[in-house]
């Protein structure tokens, strides 16, 4: 059965950094598939953060978060990352991973951001960040 399995969160204070780890062994042996980092603060709806494919060719980065956030992997220890700099407030959110592969599940510009075309989720991890 397919896991993915967050770490890292936790609290820190505005102008601090903090990284994420998505550990999943879905696609580390895989030529296609895309994961990417989503959000969800309370009374708002889940926002696409980072992306990542499985090769590290492609990313792309929400407008919210570019320039601060760096998405990368490390396929031999099955293992996303989202580092996270220059943190504010407004980034306190449930942070998740979500992933897909299969045959057309690559990184598309224009559909990495949605929800519905992921299969396998996370649990989430915490991200508080205190002004």
């Known amino acids: 059965q397919v896991q993915l399995v967050e770490s890292g969160g936790g609290s820190v204070q505005a102008g601090g950094s903090m990284r994420l780890s998505c550990t999943t062994s879905?696609?580390?042996?895989?030529?296609?598939?895309?994961l990417t980092w989503f959000r969800q603060a309370p009374g708002k709806e889940r926002e696409a953060v980072a992306t990542?494919?499985?090769?590290?060719?492609?990313?792309f980065y929400s407008g919210s978060v570019k320039g601060r956030f760096t998405i990368s992997r490390d396929n031999a220890k099955s293992t996303v990352y989202l580092q996270m700099t220059s943190l504010k407030p407004e980034d306190t959110a449930m942070y998740y991973c979500?992933?897909?592969?299969?045959?057309?599940?690559?990184?598309?510009?224009?559909?990495?951001?949605?929800?519905?075309?992921?299969?396998?989720w996370g649990q989430g991890t915490q991200v508080t960040v205190s002004s």
């Open positions: 979500a992933a897909r592969d299969g045959a057309g599940t690559a990184c598309y510009s224009d559909t990495w951001y949605t929800p519905a075309s992921f299969t396998y």
């Open positions: 879905l696609f580390s042996y895989r030529s296609t598939g895309c």
């Open positions: 990542i494919d499985n090769l590290a060719r492609t990313t």
